[in-house]
C-alpha cells in the first residue's frame, strides 16, 4: 500500500458549525478514490489483528466508514443509532452532551454475548460518542476490542477518557 499524507485530504472549514470550531470534513477523504481505499485499507490492517468479530459505527459518519472496512475484512456491521431510528428492540445507554444528555441505541440481536468489537468513527473529540457507544457494547455482552477513528483532537484529549481501549486514529490536530 502507498504511504499517502491523509491530512491533505481532509477539508479543514473554519468557524463552522459555530465561530471558533475548526470543522474537519472528511466528505473530501470520500469522494477521493485513493484517500478512501488508504483509509480503508490502514483501519481494516489494524482491527485485522485484533481478533474481532463484528464491526460497530455510531451514526452517521460511522456507516460510512465502518461498512466499508467489515466488508474489507469479511465482517458485519452493526449500527449503533440516536434514539427512535432502529426499528426493533433496543437496548441503550445515556451520555453526556455540552447541554445535557442524549442517548444512543443498539439493536437487541445486534450483539452475541462474548463477540469482540471493533468501534469505528470518523472523528476523536471529547470521547463521548466513542465512550457511550463502547459502554452500550460493553452493556449487552460484547467486549471491545479496539476503537478506530481517521482524525484525533488531541486537545480533547478524549483519549483520557478512553483510557482502557485500545485505539487507532489516522491523523491527529491539536484541536
Ligand atoms: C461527530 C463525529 C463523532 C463525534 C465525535 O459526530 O462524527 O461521532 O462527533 O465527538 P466526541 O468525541 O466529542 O463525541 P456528530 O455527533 O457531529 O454527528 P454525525 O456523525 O451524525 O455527523
Ligand atoms: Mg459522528
Redesign the pocket.
Same mark, same amino acid.
Given at each position: 500500500m502507498s504511504k499517502i499524507d491523509l491530512k491533505k485530504e481532509i477539508r479543514v472549514i473554519k468557524d463552522f458549525p459555530k465561530k471558533g470550531v475548526s470543522f474537519k470534513d472528511v466528505t473530501t477523504i470520500l469522494k477521493s478514490p485513493k484517500a478512501l481505499k488508504y483509509t480503508i485499507d490502514e483501519m481494516s490492517d489494524y482491527i485485522e489483528d485484533k481478533k474481532v468479530d463484528i464491526i460497530v459505527g455510531?451514526?452517521?459518519? *460511522?456507516f460510512l466508514f465502518g461498512v466499508p472496512i467489515a466488508t474489507k475484512l469479511n465482517l458485519g456491521f452493526v449500527p449503533v443509532r440516536?434514539p427512535g431510528k432502529l426499528p426493533f428492540q433496543t437496548h441503550n445507554v445515556d451520555y453526556d452532551l455540552e447541554y445535557g444528555t442524549d442517548k444512543l441505541e443498539v439493536h437487541v440481536d445486534g450483539i452475541q454475548k462474548g463477540q469482540r468489537i471493533a468501534v469505528v468513527?470518523?472523528?476523536? +473529540? $471529547? *470521547? *463521548? $460518542? +466513542?465512550?457511550?457507544t463502547s459502554r452500550l457494547m460493553e452493556k449487552v455482552g460484547g467486549e471491545v476490542a479496539c476503537l478506530n477513528f481517521i482524525i484525533e483532537?488531541t486537545e480533547?484529549e *478524549?483519549r483520557k477518557k478512553l483510557n482502557k481501549y485500545d485505539i487507532q486514529s489516522l491523523v491527529t490536530y491539536e484541536i
Amino acid at each position: 500500500m502507498s504511504k499517502i499524507d491523509l491530512k491533505k485530504e481532509i477539508r479543514v472549514i473554519k468557524d463552522f458549525p459555530k465561530k471558533g470550531v475548526s470543522f474537519k470534513d472528511v466528505t473530501t477523504i470520500l469522494k477521493s478514490p485513493k484517500a478512501l481505499k488508504y483509509t480503508i485499507d490502514e483501519m481494516s490492517d489494524y482491527i485485522e489483528d485484533k481478533k474481532v468479530d463484528i464491526i460497530v459505527g455510531p451514526e452517521a459518519r *460511522g456507516f460510512l466508514f465502518g461498512v466499508p472496512i467489515a466488508t474489507k475484512l469479511n465482517l458485519g456491521f452493526v449500527p449503533v443509532r440516536k434514539p427512535g431510528k432502529l426499528p426493533f428492540q433496543t437496548h441503550n445507554v445515556d451520555y453526556d452532551l455540552e447541554y445535557g444528555t442524549d442517548k444512543l441505541e443498539v439493536h437487541v440481536d445486534g450483539i452475541q454475548k462474548g463477540q469482540r468489537i471493533a468501534v469505528v468513527d470518523d472523528l476523536l +473529540a $471529547t *470521547g *463521548g $460518542t +466513542a465512550l457511550a457507544t463502547s459502554r452500550l457494547m460493553e452493556k449487552v455482552g460484547g467486549e471491545v476490542a479496539c476503537l478506530n477513528f481517521i482524525i484525533e483532537l488531541t486537545e480533547l484529549e *478524549g483519549r483520557k477518557k478512553l483510557n482502557k481501549y485500545d485505539i487507532q486514529s489516522l491523523v491527529t490536530y491539536e484541536i
